[in-house]
């Protein structure tokens, strides 16, 4: 079965990835963190499988770590001291626990960001953007596609200079000339289908005012069901946002709000919107099994 969230509706599925980026970015606290990696994970391993998780962790967890080993290297804040650098300024635990934290949500954010270039293909952003800002979404499509696209055709040339001009095998000069001359040819061609792919665009009257476009997508009962849930998850983090619920502070020293049933339910939800794609994928599991006449596993 294909992956539910990527079969909704364009603005559902851009709704969803701009709710959970947005609060993995804003919500710094540790639980927050925590659920955001493993769910941006989660849906990595899904629409890439183990292997190209485990691509995108072999430069996703170095970054983490200078992020946690620069941020105690230039940020001296904290009341918590567990020793002194060489040139004098204090190590804390406060600044360490916050790289750590920076870390985690760029790796967070990053793992979703590699969610939507899967789920949101060209023809989407054109569908969602086209009418609004023309310009800036074929931009934006091309973009997308753009480096996939690039890698492809970089495979491509080194194959086709296979022989007589390989990267892999003769002096180190004439590997460097080889890597060279193929990453000028798949420049060159990525520029010129650019062009190519603008002129095509314009001739047919692409950003003109009146023009109508046919697309295949359609608003039915289950991107509304998926719309509300968004919203209600949107408004209820708003609102434990505001009332502290998931504040965590790092500077001067640590400090967290109290544990409450109300806190552990913001929680919850925060928990729940980052597994949307895990839920929304179980759900249309069961009903299919459901109406093939089968028994739903647990």
Not at 7 to 23: G, K, R
Not at 45 to 70: F, I, K, S, V, Y
Not at 216 to 222: A, E, K, N, T, V
Not at 240 to 264: E, I, K
Request: with cysteine; glycine share 10%; proline share 5%.
């Amino acid at each position: 079965m294909d992956d539910t969230l990527r079969t909704c509706h364009p603005a559902v599925s851009f709704a969803y990835f701009a709710l959970v980026i947005i609060c993995t970015m804003f919500f710094m606290h540790p639980v927050c963190l925590v659920l955001s990696t493993l769910g941006g994970g989660w849906y990595v391993a899904r629409l890439l499988g183990g292997q190209g998780l485990r691509r995108h962790l072999l430069w996703l967890l170095p970054m983490a770590l200078l992020a946690a080993a620069l941020n105690p290297a230039f940020v001296h804040q904290g009341v918590t001291i567990l020793a002194y650098l060489p040139s004098g300024n204090p190590l804390t635990l406060e600044s360490l626990l916050y790289g750590l934290a920076a870390g985690a949500m760029l790796s967070a954010v990053a793992l979703w960001f590699v969610c939507v270039t899967d789920v949101i293909t060209s023809d989407k952003v054109v569908y969602l953007f086209g009418r609004v800002i023309p310009a800036l979404s074929l931009l934006l499509s091309m973009i997308l596609r753009f480096v996939p696209r690039f890698v492809r055709r970089l495979r491509a040339v080194a194959q086709a200079q296979h022989l007589g001009r390989d990267t892999q095998t003769g002096a180190p000069a004439r590997r460097v000339r080889s890597a060279l001359r193929v990453f000028s040819i798949v420049v060159t061609w990525s520029l010129e289908s650019g062009l190519i792919t603008a002129d095509s665009m314009r001739c047919r009257g692409y950003g003109l005012p009146g023009r109508t476009s046919f697309s295949l997508y359609r608003f039915d009962r289950r991107d509304g069901a998926v719309a509300l849930w968004l919203a209600f998850c949107g408004l209820y983090l708003l609102g434990g946002g505001l009332a502290g619920g998931l504040r965590f502070q790092y500077y001067p020293m640590l400090l967290s709000g109290p544990v409450t049933p109300l806190t552990v339910s913001f929680f919850a939800v925060y928990g729940l919107l980052c597994f949307t794609p895990v839920l929304l994928d179980a759900l249309s599991r069961r009903r299919y099994l459901v109406r093939k006449g089968g028994t739903p596993r647990a």
